[in-house]
């Protein structure tokens, strides 16, 4: 009895997990021994060709703080995380990252993958 319930709690958890939904664009991340998963509000991407996304939105590097802006308005709490391809070039992150500050947003993490997943 105990082993089926255990089954069946075991799977709703695998079940839940699979439902989540991420907003940021596929990249290829860079690993961090200290990575943790986080379910955040804003995603803002950076691809390798250093093309920026905003929750899946492709958007100008001029548009960015002013997006950010009007998002912090609705939610002045709101986390932002940026996710940059391990090959873009480190001004483009800066640029990502320096849009959200314009915007008054404090609350800003970088994505990488975890270094023991693959």
């Known amino acids: 009895m105990i082993d089926t319930v255990f089954f069946l709690l075991v799977f709703f958890m695998?079940?839940?997990?699979?439902?989540?939904?991420?907003?940021?664009?596929?990249?290829?991340?860079?690993r961090a021994s200290s990575g943790e998963p986080r379910q955040d509000r804003v995603s803002i991407s950076v691809t390798r060709d250093g093309v920026i996304y905003l929750n899946r939105d492709q958007v100008e590097p001029g548009d960015l703080a002013g997006r950010l802006r009007a998002l912090r308005e609705l939610d002045p709490d709101i986390v932002v995380v940026v996710s940059a391809d391990g090959d873009v070039a480190h001004r483009r992150v800066v640029d990502a990252m320096d849009a959200a500050r314009t915007a008054g947003i404090v609350k800003l993490a970088i994505a990488v993958q975890p270094a023991n997943q693959r």
């Open 14 to 30: 695998m079940a839940s997990l699979s439902m989540t939904v991420y907003r940021g664009m596929t990249l290829s991340l860079p």
